[in-house]
């Protein structure tokens, strides 16, 4: 069974910088790409961020165009999101799902999601 874990999250103050970690384990072959999602508390869970591991591209959503950037250590399958120049609306629970696993020969491609970090950006 595949899991992912998060990690990296925190209390920051407006201005401030983190870097969240997402690292799958278990049998894992091909993750086709990595996402990460944002969740307001009362608000629904929009995506932030996503990479394509064949390509490498990322692409953001509008609010962290400038200030995120994310990249992957394929050997590791562990993805990060850097965030710099954080503002209060960027506080929620962040949560890294992995799109298109592949875990072995005969065995269709599957989605798993992680169980989230949490982000403050307060003063």
């Known amino acids: 069974q595949v899991q992912l874990v998060e990690s990296g999250g925190g209390l920051v103050q407006p201005g401030g910088s983190l870097r969240l970690s997402c690292t799958a384990s278990?049998?894992?072959?091909?993750?086709?790409?990595w996402n990460w999602y944002r969740q307001a508390p009362g608000k629904e869970r929009d995506l932030v961020a996503r990479?394509?591991?064949?390509?490498?591209?990322?692409n953001f959503a509008d609010s962290g165009k400038g200030r995120f950037t994310m990249s992957e250590n394929d050997a590791k399958n562990t993805v990060y999101l850097q965030m710099n120049n954080l503002k209060p609306e960027d506080t929620g629970t962040y949560y890294c799902?992995?799109?298109?696993?592949?875990?072995?020969?005969?065995?269709?491609?599957?989605?798993?999601w992680g169980r989230g970090t949490q982000v403050t950006v307060s003063s």
């Open positions: 990479l394509t591991t064949a390509d490498g591209l990322t």
């Open positions: 799902k992995a799109n298109g696993v592949y875990e072995g020969w005969g065995k269709p491609t599957s989605d798993y």
């Open positions: 278990g049998t894992i072959f091909r993750i086709d790409a």
